[in-house]
């Protein structure tokens, strides 16, 4: 049944709807909001959280929680989440700093137990956050990718949609749409074909991702001329967000480990 169990704490600020339950021993700190048929666990702490509908977090999870970075100075600073998300045992999402003012998380999305996302970072929708994975700050990641157990990724790193990052990998540079990687420090491998499949992309879509894939990098083309001769060849929408996702890139483009490796398919 709904309700507030007697052993919560509950900020009397908070903006709790009626359907919402709160678990014994839970903590709902300042500025929160939690939508309607969602579930806060036994010992889990939720502060300076906007929180949708039908979430779903897991006892001893740590929801909004203060920034682990030295710059920030206390300044009130939110964590915006979706709706239907699950968040497990032991996930610490931390809220925003001063540089972005907010973490931003869409819906559909699933945190396995002890993963953690750090301040300023943007997670599209449906994303899956693998057990013991790290997240830095200001990590953007799209929507419809997986991180595999144990990965990292470092600060201001982005992930494009439909990725699939591989147990136990480092992830330092920017991992276009539709790419597997893996590895210390992860390299290219090949594209997301399962995630292609699961998303439905017709078949004469995926192949021209594919050959644009071969054009970017193994092809021996300089990027700027790679990019060039595909824009001019007027790509699908999906290989022209890819060019985009790579030509904003601050941090530098991953590229393939071996030619012999670069269509290797990455499991979690």
Known sequence: MPGIHPTAIVDPGAKI???VTIAPYAVIGPQVTIGAGSTIGAHSVVEYTQMGKNNKIFPGAYIGGAPQDLKYAGEETM???GDNNMARENVTLNRGTAARGETTIGSNCLFMANSHVAHDCVIGNGV????????????EIGDFTVIGGIAGVHQYARIGKYCMVGGGSMVGKDLPDFCNCQGDRATLRGLNLLGMRRAGLPRETVAAIREGYKTLFLSGMTMEAAIAELRASRPVAELSAMLDFIERSKRGIMRPATAAEAEEEVTI
Do not use: E, R, T, W
Not at 128 to 139: D, E, F, Q, Y
């Open 17 to 19: 709807d009626p359907s």
């Open 79 to 81: 964590l915006v989440m």
């Open 128 to 139: 899956i956050v693998v057990n013991s994975v790290g997240i830095a700050g200001h990590v």
